[in-house]
């Protein structure tokens, strides 16, 4: 009996572990018994609502399970139970469970504003710019002197034989609690005085923190927001910024100074009083963030008006506007504009002042730099440079190095020309030209014998002014340009510069050989010159008649030319290439044939490839030339007379080049077979194409008709007859018009005599075409009275005639 009391107690103990431990993991004191194969789902819903309630994670309670008994086969048991109930639903105790220790903010964001109003005041741009931002960097270690309060979270862990893990936010209150040690009073104290004195409470509840056995650390794990206000900023207002958040932070949130606002006078006030005074231009101009100083709650940042601005124009590197201070000079301005830029005028800078009535303009010169003090409203204009030199001199021409270069007092045409390494061997010394600029600024010509200059002739050798131009001619510039011309059969015609001795074969080799057409002929015109004039000589040129070896590009004279002959090569009496047709179609030998007589006609090619064949159409046989380019230039020639914004013309040309790449001529064949001198027997051109076409018992239909077919032939039936079985012509169509193209590419027209129509005879092979009906533009009820009125008129005259 008693040993059954001893088991159930022992279940009883069990049962009441799993429960306890199921209620409050961190309360439990001994969990060396527990399994958690034997724990519910609803026991592993628990546990995570006590972890969350805790602001722990389940890495963050291994520690405490297994100093209370936990083994760690059992704790992994119970880790993977808890991440595959996450897993089937509990998405957002996952992530809880999951995250680190990694330091927090809340989200701080405003919409930036461009400024258009400031946009030439100095330092206005740095608070348009979306990646200059000052926000505090939440990963850097946390500043010793940090000032703890309600919001912030702590991160409290004690590692060693005793170990513990949580984090705590601070209260409203200003305290935390932490379990087992009780509340702690941190608000108001940093981070540095609180992390010990925490560890001083910690140490007496743990023995083991006392005896330095078990550690103790103490991290920022989320920050508090606090609240700032901004006055006088282009959006004042309360702003929720980090607790490490600057005062450059939250002027950037505020979008920066308003349109008159301060950049250098902006007042930090805490406590009612002016903690710091912050000038952004330290900052712009050498990069000092002295003045961005840590904010705390209930701040006020104050940004009053200005009191002095000046302007500064022209050749600087940064122009704009600039806030002034008491005592600062233009040397200080000038170093907020970057100083100078590479084409200023630095001697005086010109400054336009306001006075109480009118403006006054005042000269600064560079020794009163450092002791003008600017005025507001102040303009100052930085000027250029002028656009001349004080000791330029140039030389150009017939020298080896035309240049421009220094010059000095007493400097010499000789000396120059030593600069420009002297002169070319085609320098023309008896005269060089010197373009002198004179005191009122027009110029003169000065005339130089450098032959006796470089000699040191003292009244040649004449001294130079600055700002002169000294031009060397070359003798090659006074020689005239002669040329020689050749055409003909050369390879390459063209006009060839003439030099002396040049002779016919120097030109022949020179334009590439005679072509392979070349006769022998070659004709030379020849320009007469005379002093006089020989009213009884009407020649023009002289000619000269040469013979030459065409296979060698020689001539039996070497014939010597002069300036301006033109040479040409004649061809010879008969040169011609084998030009080809080609006949396709229903012939035994279809291909391309040469021409071999100039009168070759058509009846001759057919009978070279073989004649007809028996699936020939007879009536189908036709020339297909191409069109040649002198055909459609002599249509453009044409003036049709059709008016300015006719486009008929353009469009037959358009036809021409684009859409009709040959032209058909039909041919007649059984009249050829009968009589050979029948006109229809035409001469055959280069490029000509005879198709005779296979014969085929089908008559095409298109056009405006019902449906486009091809209707079996039918011997006496008419053109009335292939239209019916078409089902008739559409609405559009335009039944009068029909014409028919025949198999050879001749066409025919309907007609009509004394209101009788007549229509083209069908032939196997033809093609039925109907037209489409032209649009008419309809009367309108304006024009049908006006037509009206018109009839009624003529009807009164002829009345009034008659009677």
Known sequence: MRKVITVLLMLFAMFQSYEVFAQDLLKASDLSTLKVDNLTESDLLKIKSQLQSNNMTIDQAEPMALAKGMSVTEFAKLRSRLVNQQGNGGTSNAKSLAEGSERKQEKISNTKVKDTENALVFGSELFDNPTLNFEPDLKLAT????????????????????????????????????????????????????????????????????????????????????????????????????????????????????????????????????????????????????DNVGLKDNDVIRIPAYTQRVSVEGEVKRPGIFEMKKGETFADLLSFASGFNELAYTASVNVMQKTAKEFK????????????????????????????????????????????????????????????????????????????????????????????????????????????????????????????????????????DYQQNLTLNDLLIQAGGLTGSASKRVEIARMIQSDEINDKNQDKAQLFNLEITADNNEQVKNFALEPFDVVNIR????????????????????????????????????????????????????????????????????????????????????KLKEDLKYATIPVDWKSITKNPKNSSNVTLFPGDEIEVATFTEGVKVAGNVLLNSEIPYNSGKGFNYYLNAVGGVDAKGWKKKAYIIYPNGKADVAGSFLFIRSYPKVMPGSQIVVPEKPERKKLSAGEWVGFGSVISSLALLIITAFK
């Open 143 to 290: 500043p010793v002197n940090y000032v703890l309060g309600p919001g912030d979270e702590l991160q409290i862990s004690v590692y060693g034989v005793q170990e513990f893990n949580a984090s705590i936010p601070v209260s409203v209150e200003g305290k935390i609690s932490i379990q087992y040690v009780g509340q702690i009073a941190v608000s108001g104290m940093t981070i540095e005085a609180a992390t010990q004195k925490i560890r001083n409470a910690i140490a007496g509840v743990y023995s083991t923190v006392r005896s330095g056995q078990s550690q103790v650390g103490i991290s920022l794990s989320r920050i508090r927001t606090i609240k700032v206000t901004l006055i006088g900023s282009k959006q004042p207002g309360n702003y929720s910024v980090s607790s490490l958040a600057t005062v450059y932070n939250a002027l950037f949130l505020g979008g920066g100074p308003a349109k008159n606002g301060s950049y250098r006078n902006i007042e930090l006030l805490r406590n009612n009083k002016v903690y710091r005074t912050i000038d952004l231009y330290r900052f712009l101009v050498k990069g000092d963030q002295s």
């Open 361 to 496: 303009v005042k000269d600064i010169y560079t020794s009163e730099y450092a002791s003008y003090k600017p005025l507001s409203g102040d303009v100052f204009r930085v000027s250029k440079i002028l656009n001349r030199f004080e000791n330029r001199i140039k030389i150009d021409g017939a020298v080896f190095r035309p240049n421009t270069y220094s010059y000095y007092e007493g400097m010499r045409i000789s000396d120059l020309v030593s600069k420009a390494d002297g002169l070319k061997e085609d320098a023309y010394t008896k005269r060089a030209r010197i373009i002198r600029l004179k005191a009122d600024l027009t110029t003169e010509i000065v005339n130089v014998n450098l032959e006796k200059a470089l000699k040191n002739d003292a009244e040649a050798n004449i001294v130079l002014h600055k700002e002169d131009v000294v031009t060397v001619y070359s003798v090659l510039d006074f020689k005239e340009e002669y040329k020689v011309t050749i055409d003909g059969e050369i390879k390459k015609p063209g006009n060839y």
């Open 571 to 654: 061809r010879m009496a008969v040169y011609e290439k084998p030009e080809m047709v080609t006949v396709t179609g229903a012939v035994p030998y279809a291909g391309k044939y040469v021409l071999v007589t100039k009168r070759d006609k058509v009846y001759d090619l057919i009978q070279r490839a073989g004649g007809l064949t028996s699936l020939a159409n007879i009536n189908g046989v036709k020339i297909k030339r191409p069109i040649q380019g002198a055909q459609i230039e002599a249509l453009e020639n044409v003036n049709l007379n059709l008016g300015k914004k006719d486009s008929i013309q353009d469009k037959l040309t358009k």
